[in-house]
């Protein structure tokens, strides 16, 4: 082997092993930070902090590559972003300074981070070895990596365990520490639909138009539910009901103990985001074109209608009397909750289309392959 070839190899190894987060204190979570996909196992999507606009941009990132529609969790002023090209930052909020990256997630990781103390939980696709990896933030080394088939939605954590769905249509229930199985359900359809979790169910969706309830505990089917088309959404958990779009164009709300369907109604476009709750009384869905409603919880009913100009395929999210979303048309928008009337807005550079999450003043969201943070202080924008 010639010098100049083993220069050029071990330079590469050099380089790969620079790659990597580690913090320099402990990651210490909070009850407010946002760990997961949908800020709750039930998948509620409200923020504890209610955010006012007007805002102010303070920083933003180029990731050069893009962000999917739930790829962003924070916790201890730690903000965390998965990036479709298999990548995994890290950012100091208050400078907007990334921290580092992880570059082993295979070729899709377009999935919420699972922030537990000082450990990272991430699924991704594209790697034939590793689906489902947890890292030590705190020692910068990996603590365990799986395989479960290729994984398109996010670990959700309840009670010691993860919940996912897999492409190769089973889903399962892991060991938080250790990423061994505990049991499989096979659903016999891809899953792209990250599921809601409480302590008597998980539900979710598949690419075969199903709908199902399974026991947490034992990972028995308790019961389906069919539609015309797949579910991609991830479903909504509240006081024995299941809450869920499909691209069927309805909107399904499904009792918990036995499946039966208590109302649906046809919002005339299709459904692939997940929802919010409303001050526990209504539903914010959103749909493919750009359609924002507000739903009651007991029937169905529509209270308002809000209208972007482009595609919608991101969960709303509710702070206080407010309500986030983000929108193809390059705005993330901010509406009054009781009217549906739009209040704010901010043209990003382009299409929006991952969920924004807040943390305590600050808001965070992606254009394509741009981190954008927003602040309700009045600052200038860091350079």
Known sequence: MNMKLLLIIVIGFLLAGCSGITVDKEVKVGPDDWVMSGGSAEQHHVSKFTLAPPLNLYWDYNLEGGVGASGISVADAVLFVNALQGELFSFDISTGGKIGNLKFLGKDASTTPLIIDNNVIVTYAGDKKYSLASYDLLAGKTNWRRYYGDLQTSPIMKDGSIFFGSLNGNFYKVSLSSGRLEWKFSSKGQIHSTCAVNSEIAVFGN??????????????????????????????????????????????????????????????????????????????????????????????????????????????????????????DGFIYCLDGTSGSIVWSSELENKVKTSPVIWRDFLFTAADEIVYCFTSKNVEKKK
């Open 207 to 328: 690419d075969k138009g199903k709908i199902f309830g399974i026991d947490p505990a034992s990972g028995s089917e308790k019961w389906q539910v069919e539609t015309a088309s797949p579910v991609h959404s991830t479903p909504m958990l509240f006081n024995g009901a299941a809450y869920v779009g499909c691209g069927d164009s309805n909107y399904y709300a499904i009792n918990t103990a036995d499946g039966k369907i208590l109302w649906k109604v046809n919002l005339h476009s299709k459904i692939t985001a997940g929802s919010a709750l409303f001050m526990q009384q209504e539903i914010i869905a959103a749909c493919v074109d750009g359609s924002i409603y507000s739903l009651n919880m007991q029937d169905g009913s529509i209270k308002w209608k809000a209208s972007t100009r482009g595609a919608i395929v991101s969960a709303p999210l509710v702070s206080g009397n407010y309500i986030y979303c983000s929108s193809f």
